[in-house]
């Protein structure tokens, strides 16, 4: 592994994607010890998509499924697409199936989007939730000890889009967006929410990334919803493989 600063964020380069997932399952482990030891919870937003499976897959095998304070864990989505849970496309489907069930995770701990006929409402009902678990006043964000994101091929993560509304919502911790180029609705959290985590983390793997990685690693200005993933006190680190950096000046 390579592990160096790239613009303010640390850049973790593995050979390949089991070392990557084998790697970042030990600092899901430390983190989630540390903030229960601190705090007595583990707060962690997860991401969907096909490059975490990996790392769901060994955290719900020993030793993770047996070290991590599962009790004390409490799962939330960064983002959902509208579609029940049964769906393929499910981001809590996926997770749940790979990971969540395999684990000694309380029910009650799992707080998924609640999926109905209406986004915004579906949008509104988790932003209440969000407000309510973590306590918060008027204009206050949840500090989450950790948020996992990926990103897409057009720079997009989590459900922040280009050119959509939701890249300026100040008002909202999770709101619906509708995404043009996918002609459908998707649930996403703000900026705002993400950029307020104790540490952010992406996951980015594949030649087919190498090319927007560079770009939102390294291009100026920002235009590039992941290049507004910015931390204000918490960590940002970059989790990819030789493939996806193979466009990176390292």
Not at 127 to 141: E, H, M, P
């Amino acid at each position: 592994m390579q592990s160096f600063q790239l613009n303010g964020a640390r850049l973790n380069i593995f050979p390949n994607i089991d070392e990557l997932s084998q790697s970042l399952a030990e600092h899901f482990a430390c983190l989630a010890k540390d903030a229960v030891k601190k705090k007595g919870l583990f707060a962690v937003s997860l991401a969907g998509g096909s490059t975490p499976k990996s790392l769901y897959s060994l955290l719900a095998q020993p030793p993770y499924c047996n070290d991590v304070p599962w009790q004390q864990t409490h799962i939330f989505f960064g983002d959902e697409r509208c579609v029940p849970p049964s769906s393929p496309q499910s981001n809590y489907g996926m997770v749940q199936e790979i990971f969540l069930s395999k684990v000694a995770i309380p029910e009650p701990n799992i707080h998924a989007p609640y999926l109905n006929n209406d986004p915004r409402q579906a949008a509104s009902t988790y932003d209440r939730l969000l407000q309510s678990f973590f306590g918060l006043a008027k204009r206050q964000l949840p500090i989450f000890d950790l948020v996992l994101l990926g990103l897409g091929k057009d720079g997009h993560t989590a459900s922040l889009f280009p050119g959509t509304t939701a890249l300026k919502d100040k008002s909202h911790l999770f709101i619906a967006v509708y995404v043009q180029s996918l002609k459908s609705y998707r649930l996403t959290m703000t900026l705002p929410v993400i950029n307020s985590a104790a540490n952010v983390i992406f996951m980015v793997t594949g030649s087919d990334k190498k090319e927007i990685l560079a770009q939102v690693r390294t291009a100026t200005p920002h235009t590039l919803p992941a290049q507004f993933v910015s931390p204000t006190k918490g960590s940002l680190e970059w989790y990819v493989d030789n493939h996806a950096a193979a466009n990176l000046c390292v």
